[in-house]
């Protein structure tokens, strides 16, 4: 009988509900509490777990649980202890074994190890309705893992400076921008204790107007506060001076890409982005780690394209996707906005496309297609477009955009939608409906009602006859390959180079136009904003990447956004593009089959003279080095293929394959 490593298990979703929950509940501004706004599902309070087994001698099986309730074997009740743990003889032959648990707190689990009764996997589950499922479990969470904690790791933090302000208090700066804990330890007479958190000196010494600020009533002894963003530390108290340390809380996730040229300012950019990365990538992917530190559906579609081009971790996608889809029933878009529920069912192709996980999609294919229903449910009746019902947000961009009747960007999404659904369909258990043909007969309707044939380009809306031109929608276009290669060059000529269209001003939107250019073959395009904006931060001392960078500012104007004096994240996740845009397009490195199963490498090196770079793909890496127009590759899996001036070779593994020019 082979032997399974036993692990917690518990119904699937439970485990990223609960820890959604607890994480949009952590948000803070100006001392108050600021809850997420949209609705966040619960897990199940009441689950069982089943298995039936065949011991194949007497043995002991050893049960522990989170919550409350009992174990059944064969129909005979043994009271378990509530969070507790018990032992029962189990003689060989055939068992039914049954849990039935209860955790209105946390989220029911159970754990069993003994012979072939580990609890894994392959245990079935239900919340007391007919369908049952299989359970869910992570490796990580063994014997002495609660799966209710998260399975964090914390190392400390060392402050590079320490300096007594002019008020009596201690400014500590840490260097780089971190998230943790901190420690205060403070002496009887002290008295109260002010301590304000700073991605920014200014904002650390600024009580008012920071973001994270408080007052701790007197104490006398240590405290822990709890984990936030800073990189500097303000702290004063009533008397004397208390001692201060902190600890850095992260996820052991490694790097498996790199990237070096002769470019010398591409090496910080590129340690920015990948600390910037590292820090919002959490329970789930972050928007930032000071302000919202929410889970956005349409940051997060960004974050999962950066995770292939840097460390390639399959798990914190699929425990994003699945905090983001919560639960059915739909009764509202993801995080309220229309777009963000479209990228969420590309993602999961997208996903799938780069995993072949194909287990992952079945499992949340109900949820799935049913948030798919929801979407087609607020449809225009007549023209079957996406458009704006009450507590819907049509967002794209914060940007100048005609939305007074059906917006183009919505469409072009929406008609990619209809594609991945039928992907999907393909591998999961999702109703095999007319996706293509209801796609086919909306791109008729757009190219009628939206597309410029004078400018070469697609309006906002056709209702309120501005014909307006940005360039979102022709992004998508591209992107998407939602019209053929002569209308694809006719935007990047007329929009995406000419003066049609303003400029765009996020770099939340900016990643997705700069994909466009690389899908287009314009890698210098990729390369001149890379370094004008993230070598602008970088000038400025940036540690992290900001939320929004505008070289026209200057000073204390860079922090702010929203109206607030330091509204502005300097450590947002969208940031962190560079990694890969230099990945897929400077690099080249693509799938071209499932899970890499097959992938090409098509070097653009642009105006760089030389670069060494190694790109993860499923399962492995690709290693790629270019000098005086010569390309060298090689991969540590099979089924690539190196193209380079009009040349093609299979990459072989283990060793590496040149390609010259001529």
Same mark, same amino acid.
């Given at each position: 009988m082979t032997q399974h490593t036993p692990k917690w298990i518990w119904y699937p979703g439970d485990f990223e509900l609960y820890h959604n929950m607890l994480l949009h509940a952590r948000r803070e501004e100006h001392g108050y509490s600021y809850g997420c706004m949209w609705h966040l599902p619960r897990p199940e309070y009441i689950c069982q777990f089943y298995k039936t087994c065949t011991i194949p001698h007497d043995t002991t099986l050893f049960a522990a649980i989170k919550g409350e309730g009992y174990l059944s074997i064969d129909n005979y009740k043994y009271a378990v202890p509530k969070n507790g743990e018990t032992t029962v003889p189990l003689s060989a032959g055939k068992h039914h074994i049954l849990f039935r648990i209860t955790n209105i707190e946390q989220f029911p689990a159970v754990y069993a190890e003994g012979v072939g009764v580990a609890t894994d996997e392959s245990w079935e589950c239900d919340c007391l309705l007919p369908k049952r499922l299989h359970a869910a479990c992570d490796p990580v969470f063994t014997k002495t893992e609660n799966p209710a904690v998260f399975p964090f790791l914390y190392q400390p933090l060392t402050p590079? =400076?320490?300096?007594?302000?002019?008020?009596?208090? +201690? !400014? /500590?700066?840490?260097g780089v921008e971190s998230f943790g804990p901190v420690t !205060?330890?403070?002496?009887?007479? +002290?008295? %109260?204790?002010?301590?304000?958190?700073?991605?920014?000196? $200014?904002?650390?010494?600024?009580?008012?107007?920071?973001?994270? &600020?408080?007052?701790?009533p007197a104490f006398d002894g240590s405290t822990t506060r709890p984990c936030r963003a800073f990189r500097y530390l303000y702290v004063k108290a009533e008397n004397g001076t208390p001692t201060l340390s902190a600890q850095l809380e992260y996820l052991p996730i490694e790097d498996k890409a790199?990237?070096?040229?002769?470019? %010398?300012?591409?090496d910080s950019i590129w340690n920015i982005c990948s600390r910037t990365f590292h820090l919002n990538s959490r329970e789930f992917y972050l928007d930032g780690i000071k302000r919202d530190r929410w889970c956005w559906s349409g940051?997060?579609?960004?974050?999962?394209?950066?995770?292939?081009?840097?460390?390639?971790?399959?798990?914190?996608?699929?425990?994003?996707? &699945?905090?983001?889809?919560?639960?059915?029933?739909?009764?509202?878009? *993801?995080? %309220?906005?229309?777009?963000?529920?479209? /990228?969420? #069912?590309?993602?999961?192709?997208?996903y799938y496309e780069s995993t072949g996980d194909a287990a992952f999609v079945s499992s949340i294919a109900e949820d799935l297609y049913a948030l798919f229903q929801f979407i087609c449910s607020r449809l225009d009746e007549e023209t079957g477009y996406v458009v704006a019902?009450?507590?819907?947000?049509?967002?794209?961009?914060?940007?100048?955009?005609? @939305?007074?009747?059906?917006?183009?960007?919505?469409?072009?999404?929406?008609?990619?939608?209809?594609?991945? +659904?039928?992907? !999907?369909?393909?591998?999961? $258990?999702?109703?095999?409906?007319h996706y293509i043909e209801s796609a086919d007969q909306l791109k008729a309707s757009i190219l009628r009602d939206f597309w410029d044939e004078e400018r070469g380009g697609f309006i906002d809306t056709y209702t309120s006859q501005e014909k307006h031109i940005t360039r979102h929608a022709n992004i998508f276009a591209i992107l998407y390959d939602f019209v053929d290669k002569d209308m694809?060059?006719?935007? /990047?000529?007329?929009i995406l180079k000419g003066n049609l269209a303003d400029p765009i001003t996020t770099p939340y939107? @900016?990643?997705?136009?700069? +994909?466009? !250019?690389?899908?287009?073959?314009?890698?210098?395009? #990729?390369?001149?904003? *890379?370094?004008?904006?993230?070598?602008?931060m970088v000038k400025l001392g940036a540690t992290s990447v900001w939320e929004q960078f505008d070289p026209r500012k200057e000073g204390r104007a860079h922090l702010e956004m929203y109206g607030e004096e330091y509204g502005c994240s300097l450590c947002h996740a969208w940031g962190s593009g560079p990694i890969a845009l230099l990945g =897929?397009?400077?690099?080249?490195?693509?799938?071209?089959?499932?899970?890499?199963?097959?992938?090409?490498?098509?070097?653009?090196?642009?105006?760089?003279?030389?670069?060494?770079?190694?790109?993860?793909?499923?399962?492995g890496t690709v290693s790629v080095s270019y000098e005086n127009n010569t390309v060298t590759a090689s991969a540590t899996v099979p089924g690539g293929t190196l193209y380079w001036n009009n040349q093609s070779a299979e990459i072989p593994v283990g060793s590496a394959v040149t390609l010259s020019g001529k």
């Open positions: 590079v =400076r320490v300096e007594p302000c002019t008020d009596g208090g +201690m !400014l /500590y700066d840490f !205060l330890c403070a002496e009887s007479g +002290m008295g %109260t204790v002010t301590l304000v958190y700073g991605e920014s000196r $200014e904002e650390a010494e600024d009580f008012n107007d920071a973001i994270v &600020r408080e007052v701790l790199s990237f070096t040229c002769d470019d %010398t300012k591409i940051d997060a579609y960004q974050s999962f394209i950066v995770n292939r081009y840097l460390y390639f971790d399959p798990s914190i996608i699929r425990r994003t996707i &699945r905090a983001l889809l919560g639960k059915r029933p739909y009764e509202q878009h *993801i995080n %309220t906005i229309n777009d963000y529920s479209a /990228y969420l #069912i590309i993602a999961v192709w997208e019902r009450p507590g819907d947000w049509i967002f794209i961009d914060w940007a100048d955009i005609d @939305k007074s009747g059906p917006l183009c960007a919505e469409q072009i999404l929406l008609w990619q939608t209809y594609h991945v +659904m039928a992907k !999907l369909a393909e591998i999961a $258990e999702i109703p095999c409906g694809q060059h006719r935007i /990047y000529d007329s939107f @900016k990643f997705f136009e700069l +994909m466009a !250019l690389g899908k287009m073959g314009d890698t210098v395009g #990729i390369q001149d904003f *890379i370094d004008s904006y993230w070598g602008g =897929r397009y400077c690099v080249g490195v693509k799938p071209t089959s499932i899970a890499y199963k097959t992938f090409d490498v098509t070097p653009n090196p642009g105006r760089y003279q030389h670069f060494n770079a190694v790109v993860p793909v499923c399962d």
